[in-house]
């Protein structure tokens, strides 16, 4: 009789390339969960996004929203299709009122290269970018989310919106994270990303951050404005260890930081509040390439492993720490050793050749 830790996943594939990517990790997971034994996941494919808002009416069902409520962690693939509005012309994004509900201020973007993976700088320090970029995902600009007005067709304003209990939690978050990453050989540095200069706000989250950086004498920590930050994330990306930011500057930064590694089929993420997680690829349903095959599953793959990641460390599941690193590795190994590329960076290998691979070297540990 085995006594296993069991976890329940809300999987919530939703849109585009979103259902073929979480196709892709969950092969992924059960071939790892199998491989390192120790846990098992009990996994729960619930509704929600564009289309079922198409078909329905509702774009994140009540039931969804109640299993995801009672799960142990959330993998979400993507959402939204150009096609399918709202009567007022926004899109279809409930995986943004998941980031609202569950309060998951800590958008936690890693970027790393691979050996001999794609990437689109010269300078050979290039293969050694293995930074964090955490993006404040509840408030800043975004807080303005649905609120903006526009007077007489005359003006426009939206509201940025910094709170010390937000802004506090997040910074903790950030010098936990680097400290973790320092036990594991990386320098253990928080770099704050602000406009401080220029408005009162980030004036404010730097004081912020000043305070709580006081409570971490072990881990170092700088700040950069935001246009020096883009052009050190381009000039200097290898030096970089944990960053933090604001939800609008984190939004275009990460996409940079992706941009950096092969694009957004390499760039996984995670929303993490106080309770709760959903763990999903950074990039959207890429609808022109959806049903062709051509998805990069890496992306969703990464994710997944972050997903263990974050459980083995909550709930002391050696088995999860176990089978994440088994996935990372097998990624690094299919990139790496196998030459595999779909077509985002040029290459012709398809979704299931990757996902193919990944499970062999798994299996083959
Ligand atoms: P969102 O607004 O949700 O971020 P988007 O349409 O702006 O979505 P994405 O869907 O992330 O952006 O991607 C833009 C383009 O990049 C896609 O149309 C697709 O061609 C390519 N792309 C994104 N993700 C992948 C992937 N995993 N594999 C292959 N190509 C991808």
């Given amino acids: 009789m085995t006594n296993e830790t069991s976890f329940r996943i809300a999987v919530l594939p939703g849109d585009g390339i979103g259902i073929?990517?979480?196709?892709?990790?969950?092969?992924?997971?059960?071939?790892?969960?199998?491989?390192s034994g120790g846990f098992r996941l009990n996994i729960e494919t619930l509704p929600a996004g564009a289309g079922h808002y198409r078909d329905t009416g509702v774009a994140l069902p009540g039931d969804t929203l109640k299993a995801?409520?009672?799960?142990?962690?959330?993998?979400?693939?993507?959402?939204?299709?150009?096609?399918?509005?709202?009567?007022?012309?926004t899109e279809i994004a409930p995986q943004l009122d998941l980031r609202f509900h569950f309060n998951l201020y800590a958008g936690v973007r890693p970027s790393m290269?691979?050996?001999?993976?794609?990437?689109?700088l010269a300078d050979p320090r290039s293969s050694d970018i293995d930074f964090v970029l955490i993006r404040e995902s509840t408030e800043g600009l975004f807080a303005s989310h649905?609120?903006?007005?526009?007077?007489?067709?005359?003006?426009?304003?939206?509201?940025?919106?910094?709170?010390?209990?937000?802004?506090?939690?997040?910074?903790?978050?950030?010098?936990?994270?680097?400290?973790?990453?320092?036990?594991?050989?990386?320098?253990?540095?928080?770099?704050?990303?602000?406009?401080?200069?220029?408005?009162?706000?980030f004036a404010f989250f730097r004081e912020i951050f000043d305070e709580r950086a006081v409570s971490f004498p072990d881990i170092g920590s700088d700040h950069l404005y935001v246009d020096a930050a883009a052009l050190d994330m381009v000039r200097r990306p290898w030096e970089f260890d944990v960053?933090?930011?604001e939800n609008m500057f984190g939004d275009i930064l990460s996409d940079l930081a992706a941009g950096l590694v092969g694009g957004m089929g390499f760039a996984p993420s995670a929303d993490i509040g106080d309770?709760?997680?959903?763990?999903?690829?950074?990039?959207?349903t890429a609808p022109d390439i959806m049903g062709s095959g051509k998805a990069n599953p890496v992306a969703c793959i990464l994710s997944a492993a972050m997903m263990l990641d974050w459980l083995g460390a909550r709930h002391d599941a050696p088995g999860c720490l176990r089978a994440a690193q088994l996935i990372k590795d097998a990624v690094a190994t299919t990139i790496s050793e196998t030459g595999m590329r779909t077509a985002d960076v040029g290459g012709a290998h398809n979704t299931e050749d990757v996902v193919w691979a990944v499970v062999a070297t798994i299996s083959g540990a």
């Fill in 275 to 284: 309770n709760n997680a959903v763990f999903q690829p950074a990039h959207g």
């Fill in 20 to 35: 073929e990517v979480i196709d892709a990790a969950l092969e992924v997971l059960s071939a790892a969960r199998e491989k």
């Fill in 68 to 89: 995801a409520e009672e799960s142990d962690a959330i993998l979400l693939g993507a959402m939204g299709l150009p096609s399918v509005r709202y009567p007022d012309g």
């Fill in 113 to 120: 290269t691979f050996a001999n993976g794609p990437g689109v």
């Fill in 243 to 245: 960053l933090v930011t």
């Fill in 146 to 201: 649905g609120k903006g007005v526009v007077e007489d067709d005359r003006e426009a304003r939206d509201t940025l919106v910094i709170t010390r209990a937000t802004s506090e939690r997040l910074f903790d978050f950030a010098f936990n994270l680097a400290r973790q990453r320092k036990s594991q050989g990386h320098p253990g540095h928080v770099t704050l990303v602000d406009k401080a200069n220029v408005f009162k706000s």
